[in-house]
């Protein structure tokens, strides 16, 4: 039982610390779009975006790999407070009990292994020495929060809008961003103008990310949120895949969330946490 508790917990890691080290595919509509020009469409896709203070649902996540083929699930929390944490807090089915909690946050990220009773600390820069994307925590939310963003800045002004590329079919729209690093952001959408999928790639990169938006639903305040995400990593050899389930979203209900590490848990390097994931 323990053991099938720390394989649950180091692929739900897995998936997070590969959302953060980033295919690319289109998806198709048979609604065409309307006619707008390219500040018209930003402005459009940034109307669709729900405005909050806090968000959180409970969600299922599936973890699998193509060379395994075998899928690890299990139930989480997702809470955020807009521009300060972001929490995901994994739990055991039925039993509800917290086995690990990772906290992100603008200048540091937690992590907490409840199983083995270890933790991680690390200034979030850390995550930009070891991955391939200059990820930021604005970033990382607007992804879970269907967002059209720029690398490094918290938001999006219409001053903003000149540095998108900008290109139309008669059924999907797409914005390119370029960061410093060469790495290139598309944000593709559909006639509701809601983002359908976000991709982050480097050209001659081997690894490239797919975050794709699907069954839109109601949040607690009657917005139109996604239910379910998708996020895809190509890699050499490989394609990790990481669904999340949302269920019953609310947004701007009071919360507090903790970011304490309990006392007598045990130090540990973040390239710890990352060789474990690459010997399973």
């Given amino acids: 039982m323990k053991r099938n508790k720390q394989q649950t917990f180091v692929c739900f890691l897995a998936g997070i610390i590969i959302l953060l ?25 940034q109307n669709q975006s729900i405005p909050f203070n ?10 699998q790999t193509k060379k395994k083929k075998n899928t690890t699930s299990a139930n989480a929390q997702l809470r955020i407070i807009k521009d300060q944490i972001i929490q995901l807090s994994v739990r055991i089915p039925l039993l509800g009990t917290e086995v690990a909690r990772i906290s992100i946050m603008p200048e540091q990220i937690i992590i907490i292994d409840r199983i083995n009773k270890r933790y991680v600390s690390e200034p979030i820069q ?6 391939a994307f200059d ?7 607007a992804l879970f929060t269907n967002q059209l963003f ?21 059924f999907l729209s797409k914005l390119n961003n370029i960061d410093t690093q060469g790495i290139n952001y598309d944000f593709v959408s559909d ?30 305040n009657s917005l139109s949120f996604p ?5 895809e990593l190509t890699v ?41 994931l690459q010997s399973l």
């Fill in 21 to 45: 080290s980033g295919c690319k595919t289109t998806r198709q509509t048979t609604v065409a779009l309307s006619k707008m020009n390219k500040d018209e469409r930003i402005e459009s896709i």
């Fill in 54 to 63: 806090t968000l959180s649902s409970p969600l299922r996540f599936s973890f």
């Fill in 126 to 131: 850390k995550l930009k020495e070891i991955t």
């Fill in 135 to 141: 990820f930021d925590f604005y970033s990382l939310q």
């Fill in 150 to 170: 720029i690398a490094g800045k918290p938001a999006i002004t219409p001053a903003d809008y000149k540095t998108f590329q900008w290109s139309e079919d008669k």
């Fill in 191 to 220: 006639y509701t103008n809601r983002i359908v999928q976000t991709e982050m790639y480097k050209e001659k990169a081997k690894a490239d990310l797919n975050w794709s938006y699907k069954n839109f639903g109601l949040t607690s």
């Fill in 227 to 231: 239910m379910q995400m998708t996020m």
């Fill in 236 to 276: 050499p050899n490989d394609l990790i895949t990481l669904n999340l389930a949302l269920n019953s979203v609310d947004i701007d209900t009071d919360f507090k969330l903790d970011t304490t590490i309990p006392k007598g848990y045990q130090p540990v390097e973040m390239e710890q946490i990352i060789k474990l």
